[in-house]
Each structure stands twice: as structure tokens, then as C-alpha cells.
């Protein structure tokens, strides 16, 4: 599963908020919601969140396996 904990924090940390996400950058809620639920998020929203934040894939998103 990807978890997408640090986006929470690279947000805090860089001080931009959900709000900031939808108005000024157009992201859609949707896809906020997603990270969220550590569901599926395209790849170009991705790019948006590394160009946003001015970080790395690291920082937003790792892989953690799956427990069996």
C-alpha cells in the first residue's frame, strides 16, 4: 500500500493548507480525499503536490507492505 502520511506533514511544515490545495492550485477535493484514504492518486497529481511543496516523492508518500 502507498501511504501518503507525509504530505500531511511536508504541508505543515511548508504551511500550505487543504484549502490552499483546492482554491489556488486546483486540485480537486477528490483527490485530497484519496491521499486521505491512501487510495489511488494520478501520477499528474502528484507531480502538482512535488511542484507545490518544492519536494520529493519521499516527502509526500512511501511504500508500506501489506500485512498477510
Known amino acids: ?8 506533514d511536508t504541508m505543515r ?12 492550485h486546483s486540485i ?4 485530497i480525499t484519496r491521499s486521505k484514504r491512501n487510495e489511488r492518486v494520478s501520477t ?5 503536490f512535488f511542484q507545490i511543496l518544492d519536494c520529493r516523492a519521499e516527502d509526500v508518500m512511501e511504500y ?3 500485512e498477510e
Open 28 to 31: 480537486s477535493p477528490a483527490q
Open 44 to 48: 499528474h497529481t502528484l507531480e502538482v
Open 64 to 66: 508500506v507492505r501489506d
Open 1 to 8: 500500500m502507498i501511504s501518503y502520511a507525509g504530505l500531511w
Open 13 to 24: 511544515q511548508k504551511g500550505v493548507t487543504q484549502h490552499t490545495l483546492i482554491r489556488k
